[in-house]
Nanobody, 120 residues
Framework: QVQLVESGGGLVQAGGSLRLSCAAS????????IGWYRQAPGKQRELVAT???????NYADSVKGRFTISRDNAKNTGYLQMNNLKPEDTAVYYC??????????????WGQGTQVTVSS
């Protein structure tokens, strides 16, 4: 069965850093586009960053220059390095694997979400 295990969330002061991890099992990890999303209470889920199977990255304007998405296919793990965190980064962060590139249609797998709280 496909499983995504997220880790690295927590409480941090503004200006601090966190590294989120998304470890996958039961799938061919290298075939997936990895996305990190976040959702604050009462708000819609928003895309934070993506990394393609070929390593191309995209970032939301709000995190550009502060966050870095990466992947280690040998470890079946994706990462989101978050630096210079701001209170507005506070949200539940979700890992997503999308196999559209290999299946020809969107097929998403989601992690359980991990809380990131940034204090002023």
């Amino acid at each position: 069965q496909v499983q995504l295990v997220e880790s690295g969330g927590g409480l941090v002061q503004a200006g601090g850093s966190l590294r989120l991890s998304c470890a996958a099992s039961g799938i061919t990890f290298s075939w997936a586009t990895i996305g990190w999303y976040r959702q604050a209470p009462g708000k819609q889920r928003e895309l934070v960053a993506t990394i393609s199977t070929g390593g191309s990255t995209n970032y939301a304007d709000s995190v550009k220059g502060r966050f870095t998405i990466s992947r280690d296919n040998a470890k079946n793990t994706g990462y989101l390095q978050m630096n210079n965190l701001k209170p507005e980064d506070t949200a539940v962060y979700y890992c997503n694997l999308d196999f559209a590139s290999v299946l020809g249609r969107t097929r998403d797998y989601w992690g359980q979400g991990t809380q990131v709280t940034v204090s002023s």
